[in-house]
């Protein structure tokens, strides 16, 4: 078809006000497939770390590093066409490493990859992402391909999760004259299918179950269920409103499944959920917080405190007072877990990212989030708050709005220092939207924002306070992550010192910075996506600061939203 005519098809497609910009020359696919692909090569590495049983270590850091690179091109306007192969080579690496090490052959991993590239090469070029995202998303590939001895999912779910791809693959390499309004949105239930797939496979892996859980059997209804919803004659609302009900479903189960059977494994849940303790009992956390009096208030191994590069325990609260004060209102009511908070959040930015994309690339955010191991892990299972990426969320959505915008980025700084990366680039991309005047009066909203929420915290405790919140970024804390400082720590290469992973941090986010206020209109999503990038170069690079670096991808990339009507300054 050629695109006259494609575009006159989107027109008139059913679907219009979802698909007419939907146009597959000018990269939005690709950019789209390649995100995609981030989310299942991060997934695949965690995957890999849980079947071996091994904490932090090289394979993991390279996957991440994987992850980070092509990440980056998901984030050009027009990424170079060889980046299809660049993710597939990436991706098959990963996956073929893991069977090499922790199967006996790594041949049959090889030969699924070979089947994917032979069916990215007979795919359409402009669908051709999607079809490595599919490969790369499907973690069960671990299951059959890489632990042979040990069944990690259900026979039931094994057989759903294999329909899921191959339903997906089949509507990629289908040479009939399907609408592109069709293909897409059947390719999107396929992709999201398979997201829920992955996740069921990375719940087995924390918490096993004999039978077939309840989030197994929605898992099951959706692999066979979507597919054929996909080609039901409905409306399109109603039809995105049922299959983002069942999948945001089978992911809440799969939370409840992981806080019910896991108790506590991480300082940081401890250390939120006792500062909340203390603040309703009207004490200043910062003032009076001890880590190793949380840890053992919770009943929890000491030698998960985190240490300073001296060795010593960390003592001092280190975030800002709002991730506590969020919590605090369910701490008072009695709320045992505090994660269950957490996966609400997590439910609620599934619903709120992607009521705010065409309907058309909704099922594709889901799986950023569904699909993603990190956020399993990290988020529910380990506990670490996701209020500041709801928040800068909701900031970046709301950002005609001029009071509001920089409220809600204010109060995700004074959540988590992980939203502080965000606010230059917040700052550059509104000085080029609106103007200096306009970029100055919000940063001056934010920073207010933050600072009235921890103000009253640090004149009470100023230098406890100080050294908590500073201590991630600037405190001798010990080195950790799944950046470049593993390969110190693993002895490949040598470890320099902390100054010298700040600096090359620093560069890499000031570079980053240059090149976006520069070229801003060779990158789409930047703003959101670039700022987190530096960090797998830092002293400390742990995986949840990437945690939702391929949703922010989808999230800001403006050809995704609605047509945007000018902006409110109300």
Same mark, same amino acid.
């Given at each position: 078809?050629?695109?006259?005519?494609?575009?006159?098809?989107?027109?008139?497609?059913?679907?219009?006000?979802?698909?007419?910009?939907?146009?597959?020359?000018?990269?939005?696919?690709?950019?789209?497939?390649?995100?995609?692909?981030?989310?299942?090569?991060?997934?695949?590495?965690?995957?890999?770390?849980?079947?071996?049983?091994?904490?932090?270590?090289?394979?993991?850091?390279?996957?991440?590093?994987?992850?980070?690179?092509?990440?980056?091109?998901?984030?050009?306007?027009?990424?170079?066409?060889?980046?299809?192969?660049?993710?597939?080579?990436?991706?098959?690496?990963?996956?073929?490493?893991?069977?090499?090490?922790?199967?006996?052959?790594?041949?049959?991993?090889?030969?699924?990859?070979?089947?994917?590239?032979?069916?990215?090469?007979?795919?359409?070029?402009?669908?051709?992402?999607?079809?490595?995202?599919?490969?790369?998303?499907?973690?069960?590939?671990?299951?059959?391909?890489?632990?042979?001895?040990?069944?990690?999912?259900?026979?039931?779910?094994?057989?759903?999760?294999?329909?899921?791809?191959?339903?997906?693959?089949? *509507?990629?390499?289908?040479?009939?004259?399907?609408?592109?309004?069709?293909?897409?949105?059947?390719?999107?239930?396929?992709?999201?299918?398979?997201?829920?797939?992955?996740?069921?496979?990375?719940?087995?892996?924390?918490?096993?179950?004999?039978?077939?859980?309840?989030?197994?059997?929605?898992?099951?209804?959706?692999?066979?269920?979507?597919?054929?919803?996909?080609?039901?004659?409905?409306?399109?609302?109603?039809?995105?409103?049922?299959?983002?009900?069942?999948?945001?479903?089978?992911?809440?189960?799969?939370?409840?499944?992981?806080? *019910?059977?896991?108790?506590?494994?991480?300082?940081?849940?401890?250390?939120?959920?006792?500062?909340?303790?203390?603040?309703?009992?009207?004490?200043?956390?910062?003032?009076?917080?001890?880590?190793?009096?949380?840890?053992?208030?919770?009943?929890?191994?000491?030698?998960?405190?985190?240490?300073?590069?001296?060795?010593?325990?960390?003592?001092?609260?280190?975030?800002?007072?709002?991730?506590?004060?969020?919590?605090?209102?369910?701490?008072?009511?009695?709320?045992?877990?505090?994660?269950?908070?957490?996966?609400?959040?997590?439910?609620?930015?599934?619903?709120?990212?992607?009521?705010?994309?065409?309907?058309?690339?909704?099922?594709?955010?889901?799986?950023?989030?569904?699909?993603?191991?990190?956020?399993?892990?990290?988020?529910?299972?380990?506990?670490?708050?996701?209020?500041?990426?709801?928040?800068? *969320?909701?900031?970046?959505?709301?950002?005609?709005?001029?009071?509001?915008?920089?409220?809600?980025?204010?109060?995700?700084?004074?959540?988590?220092?992980?939203?502080?990366?965000?606010?230059?680039?917040?700052?550059?991309?509104?000085?080029?939207?609106?103007?200096?005047?306009?970029?100055?009066?919000?940063?001056?909203?934010?920073?207010?924002?933050?600072?009235? *929420?921890?103000?009253?915290?640090?004149?009470?405790?100023?230098?406890?306070?100080?050294?908590?919140?500073?201590?991630?970024?600037?405190?001798?804390?010990?080195?950790?992550?799944?950046?470049?400082?593993?390969?110190?720590?693993?002895?490949?290469?040598?470890?320099?010192?902390?100054?010298?992973?700040?600096?090359?941090?620093?560069?890499?986010?000031?570079?980053?910075?240059?090149?976006?206020?520069?070229?801003?209109?060779?990158?789409?999503?930047?703003?959101?996506?670039?700022?987190?990038?530096?960090?797998?170069?830092?002293?400390?690079?742990?995986?949840?600061?990437?945690?939702?670096?391929?949703?922010?991808?989808?999230?800001?990339?403006?050809?995704?939203?609605?047509?945007?009507?000018?902006?409110?300054?109300?």
């Amino acid at each position: 078809m050629r695109e006259p005519k494609l575009a006159e098809a989107l027109r008139r497609s059913p679907d219009v006000t979802v698909e007419r910009r939907f146009d597959p020359r000018l990269g939005v696919a690709l950019r789209v497939g390649l995100a995609l692909t981030a989310t299942g090569i991060a997934s695949a590495g965690l995957g890999r770390r849980a079947l071996s049983g091994s904490g932090a270590d090289v394979p993991l850091a390279v996957a991440f590093g994987c992850f980070v690179v092509v990440l980056m091109l998901a984030t050009l306007q027009r990424p170079p066409r060889a980046s299809v192969w660049i993710a597939l080579a990436l991706t098959a690496g990963v996956y073929v490493a893991t069977a090499r090490a922790l199967a006996e052959t790594p041949f049959a991993m090889a030969a699924f990859f070979a089947v994917a590239a032979l069916a990215t090469w007979r795919t359409a070029p402009h669908l051709r992402a999607f079809t490595v995202a599919a490969f790369a998303l499907w973690t069960p590939a671990l299951d059959l391909f890489a632990s042979p001895d040990v069944a990690v999912l259900p026979a039931p779910v094994l057989i759903a999760a294999m329909f899921a791809l191959g339903y997906t693959v089949l *509507v990629l390499v289908d040479p009939s004259r399907v609408h592109p309004s069709d293909r897409l949105r059947r390719l999107g239930f396929g992709i999201v299918a398979i997201a829920v797939m992955a996740a069921l496979f990375d719940r087995h892996l924390a918490v096993g179950s004999s039978g077939l859980a309840p989030d197994d059997v929605f898992g099951i209804l959706i692999a066979f269920g979507l597919p054929l919803l996909a080609y039901a004659r409905w409306r399109a609302p109603l039809r995105d409103a049922i299959a983002t009900g069942l999948v945001l479903t089978t992911f809440a189960l799969v939370g409840l499944a992981c806080i *019910v059977a896991v108790p506590y494994h991480a300082d940081a849940v401890a250390a939120l959920h006792r500062s909340a303790e203390l603040f309703v009992s009207g004490q200043d956390p910062y003032a009076v917080f001890d880590l190793p009096e949380a840890l053992a208030r919770f009943h929890m191994d000491p030698q998960l405190a985190t240490h300073l590069d001296d060795g010593t325990v960390l003592h001092t609260y280190n975030y800002p007072a709002l991730s506590f004060l969020v919590v605090a209102p369910f701490v008072a009511l009695g709320l045992g877990d505090v994660r269950w908070v957490f996966l609400a959040e997590v439910l609620i930015l599934g619903l709120v990212a992607t009521s705010r994309l065409r309907l058309a690339w909704r099922p594709m955010a889901l799986a950023t989030i569904v699909g993603n191991a990190i956020v399993l892990r990290q988020q529910i299972l380990a506990g670490i708050d996701p209020t500041w990426a709801l928040l800068v *969320v909701a900031s970046w959505l709301a950002l005609r709005r001029s009071w509001l915008s920089p409220i809600l980025l204010g109060l995700a700084c004074a959540a988590r220092q992980t939203a502080w990366f965000v606010a230059p680039f917040y700052v550059a991309f509104v000085w080029q939207r609106w103007g200096s005047r306009e970029a100055v009066r919000r940063a001056a909203v934010a920073g207010a924002v933050t600072l009235v *929420v921890n103000l009253p915290f640090a004149l009470l405790a100023p230098q406890r306070f100080i050294e908590g919140v500073s201590a991630p970024l600037l405190g001798p804390l010990e080195p950790d992550g799944v950046g470049l400082i593993r390969f110190g720590l693993a002895g490949i290469g040598p470890l320099l010192a902390r100054g010298v992973y700040g600096a090359l941090a620093l560069v890499v986010f000031a570079a980053l910075l240059v090149v976006f206020a520069r070229w801003r209109r060779a990158v789409t999503s930047a703003p959101l996506v670039w700022p987190f990038v530096p960090l797998y170069f830092a002293w400390r690079s742990l995986q949840n600061y990437f945690v939702l670096g391929t949703l922010f991808a989808l999230i800001a990339d403006a050809e995704l939203a609605p047509e945007v009507p000018p902006p409110i300054t109300s």
